[in-house]
Nanobody
Framework: QVQLVESGGGLVQPGGSLRLSCVASGFRSDYKHIGWFRQAPGKEREGISCISRSDSSTWYVDSVKGRFTISRDNAKATVYLQMNRLKPEDTAIYYC?????????WGRGTQVTVSP
């Protein structure tokens, strides 16, 4: 049974940092890439970052470039999203998904709230 389990969300002040983790298990074969999505209240879910398994190439949506960093530890089957200089508009439920097109498996999400 494939599972993606996110953790690390919480309440943080503007300008603060959080690190999200996503632990993957149950894949029959290695997934080629895995990514992070988020859904803010009243908005559609959007892809924000993706990392490949083979060469760790990465992609970021413009709104998080320079602030967020995606990384992975294949030995631990874990993908991380380091989020720095957080803004109130980053408030959302954050999901990991594999593969990055969102047509495969999803975690249940972790809430990130950025507020004074």
């Amino acid at each position: 049974q494939v599972q993606l389990v996110e953790s690390g969300g919480g309440l943080v002040q503007p300008g603060g940092s959080l690190r999200l983790s996503c632990v993957a298990s149950g894949f029959r074969s290695d997934y080629k890439h895995i990514g992070w999505f988020r859904q803010a209240p009243g908005k559609e879910r959007e892809g924000i970052s993706c990392i490949s398994r083979s060469d760790s190439s990465t992609w970021y949506v413009d709104s998080v470039k320079g602030r967020f960093t995606i990384s992975r530890d294949n030995a631990k089957a874990t993908v991380y999203l380091q989020m720095n200089r957080l803004k109130p508009e980053d408030t959302a439920i954050y999901y990991c998904a594999a593969p990055c097109d969102g047509l495969g498996y999803w975690g249940r999400g972790t809430q990130v709230t950025v507020s004074p």
